[in-house]
């Protein structure tokens, strides 16, 4: 879009340009699976087949005209429709915790606690280390052309260390002392 060779498949330009109106993170707040028909069929018929604007700058020099860099195919291109928009699932959790502070004496304080993290143990889907990308045609992980079936590919589970961002019920006991 921009002709600095971004998408063109290699490893430094591999993601390419964001569509024209949009800006990061678009997908899932401004745009929802369910409008992502609509906005590409908008896409395609206002913006698709005019110049970039590198190809702007040589229909204005007079070097070559736009029907010449549409035979070329370089021109703005066609987005294809989506046949099952993905969306990232949201989190679901609710954590509790319960301890119960006694003091003895004046400076020392003991605290039994227990904590249920996830505590209605629900399923969740699409960590934080595993989102969409952003390609329209790149199969499961992706915001098209992924079925429901791979979306349940994506569920998040234990991992190691002690912050398991919506990994099923976790219960923690713990034992504080203050002195």
């Known amino acids: 879009m921009t002709g600095d060779g971004s998408g063109d498949g290699s490893i430094i330009y591999g993601t390419g340009d964001l569509v ?18 609509k906005f590409i069929s908008n896409f395609n018929s206002t913006q698709a087949g005019k110049p970039t ?11 070559m005209t736009l029907s010449q860099l549409q035979s070329l195919g370089a021109v703005i291109p066609t987005l294809d ?12 959790t609710f954590d509790l915790k319960f301890s119960y502070p006694r ?15 996830n505590a ?23 915001v098209n052309d992924s079925t429901k079936q791979d979306h349940g ?19 923690e006991f713990g034992l504080k002392l203050t002195f």
């Open 120 to 142: 209605f143990n629900n399923a969740n889907f699409d960590g934080p280390n595993n989102a969409l990308n952003g390609f329209l045609n790149s199969g499961p992980g992706s």
């Open 20 to 37: 024209p109106g949009t800006n990061i993170g678009a997908y899932g707040r401004n745009i929802k699976p369910g409008d992502l028909a």
């Open 81 to 92: 429709m989506p046949t099952d928009p993905q969306g990232l699932g949201w989190l679901k």
């Open 53 to 63: 604007p590198a190809g702007q700058v040589l229909i204005d020099n007079g070097l």
């Open 153 to 171: 590919n994506f569920r998040i589970a234990p991992g190691s260390g002690t912050y398991d961002l919506g990994a099923p019920r976790v219960i």
């Open 103 to 117: 003091k003895i004496g004046e400076t020392f304080q003991i605290e039994p606690s227990v904590s249920f993290f």
